[in-house]
């Protein structure tokens, strides 16, 4: 987006980490970042959201929390995950945005099925209690769902 003339925002939950993503898109060969501004928001307080979709006419929500261990209590990856996911659409309604792309993964849809299921569809959803799904599974389900 960037390289293409976007004018692009994006989130840090510490004002101090916009050094360390400049250096690491320099890094990853993006040559211009003066298009780039960032807006201090974090999943798990309201504070910043509407400061950081003003303006916006798109907003690109693909944050979730990830543990790569066994989480305790999973309400520690499934709260930010769907509420979250709550403070940016709301927050983008609340601003105008005209379109919002929620990224997903497999997780969301694809856990607790039989073998034999054949091919998933938007109308299938992990089964929150089934077998092999974890916290992040649930956190995924969860968020998309959310009312």
């Not at 004002?15 to 993503?21: A, E, F, I, L, S």
């Not at 944050?63 to 930010?80: E, G, Y």
């Not at 709301?90 to 379109?99: K, L, Q």
Request: glycine share 8%; charged share 25%.
């Amino acid at each position: 987006m960037l390289s293409e003339g976007h004018h692009v925002r994006t989130t840090v939950r510490s004002p101090g980490k916009q050094t360390t993503v400049r250096a690491v898109l320099a890094d990853a060969g993006l040559a211009d970042d003066s298009a780039l501004t960032f807006a201090a928001a974090d999943l798990t307080s309201d504070e910043g959201w509407a400061e950081a979709v003003a303006g916006c006419e798109y907003v690109l929500h693909v944050a979730s929390p990830v543990h790569l261990q066994h989480v305790k209590n999973d309400d520690d990856v499934i709260v930010p995950a769907r509420d979250g996911t709550l403070r940016v659409l709301r927050a983008a309604r609340d601003a105008g945005v005209r379109r919002v792309v929620l990224t997903s993964a497999f997780h969301a849809v694809g856990f607790g099925h039989p073998h034999t299921h054949g091919t998933f569809t938007e109308e299938d959803w992990s089964v929150l209690d089934g077998p092999g799904i974890d916290a992040y599974g649930r956190s995924k389900t969860l968020a998309e769902r959310a009312d």
